[in-house]
C-alpha cells in the first residue's frame, strides 16, 4: 500500500524559509515521479514543482529560483525547500506520485497517489 505523508508545515513571515518533507511508504523513489502541488483558499491546486525518477527536477515560474526539491532515498523522503517565502505561497502543500517520468507531470490529473497535505502560512 503506498502512503505518502507531508509535513514541516507552519506559520512563517516574509523572506523566510522553510522545508516541506514527504515521507513515502509502499514505493521506490527512484522508479517515480514525485511532484509537489499547492492549494490555496479558493483556488485550484496548482503545480509546483516535480523530480522525475531519473533525477531531473523542474518548477513553476512563480517558486523557480526560490524552491528546490530533492530526495533522500535512503530515508524515503522527497523534500521541498522554500526560500524567499511570499504571501502569495500561503496554501496547502501535497506531494504526490506516479510511475516512472510522465510527460505530464506538471498536471494533478497525472499522479496516482496523493498526501493529506501540510498547510504553509505566510505573514506580510
Known amino acids: 500500500q503506498v502512503r505518502l505523508v507531508e509535513s514541516g508545515g507552519g506559520l512563517v513571515q516574509t523572506g523566510d524559509s522553510l522545508r516541506l518533507s514527504c515521507v513515502v511508504s509502499?514505493?521506490?523513489?527512484?522508479?517515480?515521479?514525485m511532484g509537489w502541488f499547492r492549494q490555496a483558499p479558493g483556488k485550484e491546486r496548482e503545480f509546483v514543482g516535480r523530480?522525475?525518477?531519473?533525477?531531473?527536477?523542474g518548477y513553476a515560474n512563480s517558486v523557480k529560483g526560490r524552491f528546490t526539491i530533492s530526495r533522500d532515498n535512503a530515508k524515503n523522503t522527497v523534500y521541498l525547500q522554500m526560500t524567499s517565502l511570499k504571501p502569495e505561497d500561503t496554501a496547502v502543500y501535497y506531494c504526490?506520485?506516479?510511475?516512472?517520468?510522465?510527460?505530464?507531470?506538471?498536471?494533478?490529473?497525472?499522479?496516482?497517489?496523493w498526501g493529506q497535505g501540510t498547510r504553509v502560512t505566510v505573514s506580510s
Open positions: 504526490a506520485a506516479v510511475p516512472g517520468s510522465t510527460s505530464s507531470a506538471t498536471m494533478a490529473a497525472a499522479y496516482l497517489h
Open positions: 509502499g514505493l521506490s523513489l527512484s522508479s517515480y515521479t
Open positions: 523530480r522525475w525518477s531519473g533525477g531531473t527536477t
